[in-house]
């Protein structure tokens, strides 16, 4: 994965939340994964379902899927 890119991809943008479109996804991370993403959202402010969704959706662009 090209980490610029998923940096740059991470960035805000002025859209209304696909959640309220296409609901919502559970996911089950374990208590230390948890943390982990817990503490870099926390620090680096962006939300946990933004770095998710982007991590996600550059795994499956390079799978070509």
Do not use: F, W
């Amino acid at each position: 994965m090209d980490i610029d890119k998923i940096d740059k991809q991470l960035k805000p943008k002025n859209e209304t939340g696909l959640s309220k479109h296409y609901g919502v996804l559970g996911v089950c991370l374990g208590k230390e994964l948890y943390a982990r993403l817990k503490g870099y959202s926390t620090i680096t402010k962006i939300p946990m379902s933004r770095l998710i969704k982007t991590l996600v959706k550059n795994y499956l662009d390079e799978k070509g899927v």
